[in-house]
């Protein structure tokens, strides 16, 4: 990102392990997930994750949580 982006903002990525992903998508192709041609959604997402974790600032674990624990968590970490 652009280093004056980075100064006005946090970066919270919402982490999800690949099984959780994998569920909540179903088919890839009939959901419109850009994959290149012979590309598995398991590449792109190790592909994704890498660069994710790289300019996070916050990282927050979603695996089981519903919609606000998520929030919440997401708000603990912003209050400190």
């Known amino acids: ?4 982006v980075r100064r006005q903002r946090q970066m919270c990525i919402r982490d999800r392990s690949y099984e959780t992903i994998k569920d909540r998508i179903g088919d890839p192709h009939e959901r419109g997930v850009a994959l290149r041609d012979g590309q598995t959604l398991r590449e792109l997402y190790e592909e994704r994750r890498v660069l994710f974790e790289k300019y996070a ?15 919440g968590k997401v708000l603990n970490v912003l209050e400190k």
């Open 1 to 4: 990102l652009h280093p004056r």
């Open 57 to 71: 600032d916050i990282t927050i674990c979603e695996d089981g949580l519903t919609l606000e624990e998520t929030i």
